[in-house]
């Protein structure tokens, strides 16, 4: 089992910049992968961005590419998805999720199966 808690969503304006944060515990944080999802109102959930277990290998959804970057830091047991230029379509609860299958690719393909709470991030025009 694998505990996740979000931090960082918050109230932005368009073309800012946040970031979110993702906390594990539960097990050992370097034998999963780490990914972000999102879900805007009355859409489905969508993949964002996803992490190998060792940070070498990175996975982005095409509408956050070069503007998302997620990281993650073992030695903390955390997981960060820095967000910039963000636009209003950015506005969703964001989760973080992990995935026990390190050896599946492409990250946004390798099974997640525990999730956090979500956190809210708004961008206002």
């Known amino acids: 089992q694998v505990q996740l808690v979000e931090s960082g969503g918050k109230l932005v304006r368009d073309g800012g910049s946040q970031r979110l944060s993702c906390t594990a515990s539960?097990?050992?944080?370097?034998?999963?992968?780490m990914g972000w999802f999102r879900q805007a109102p009355a859409k489905e959930r969508e993949f964002v961005a996803a992490?190998?277990?060792?940070?070498?290998?990175?996975d982005y959804a095409d509408s956050v590419k070069g503007r998302f970057t997620i990281s993650r830091d073992n030695g903390k047991n955390t997981c960060y998805l820095q967000m910039n230029s963000l636009k209003p379509e950015d506005t969703a609860v964001y989760y973080c999720?992990?995935?026990?299958?390190?050896?599946?690719?492409?990250?946004?393909?390798?099974?997640?199966?525990?999730w956090g709470q979500g956190t809210l991030v708004s961008v206002l025009e």
């Open positions: 539960g097990r050992t944080f370097t034998t999963v992968n």
């Open positions: 999720a992990a995935s026990p299958n390190t050896n599946r690719y492409p990250l946004r393909s390798s099974g997640f199966e525990f």
């Open positions: 992490i190998s277990w060792s940070g070498a290998v990175t």
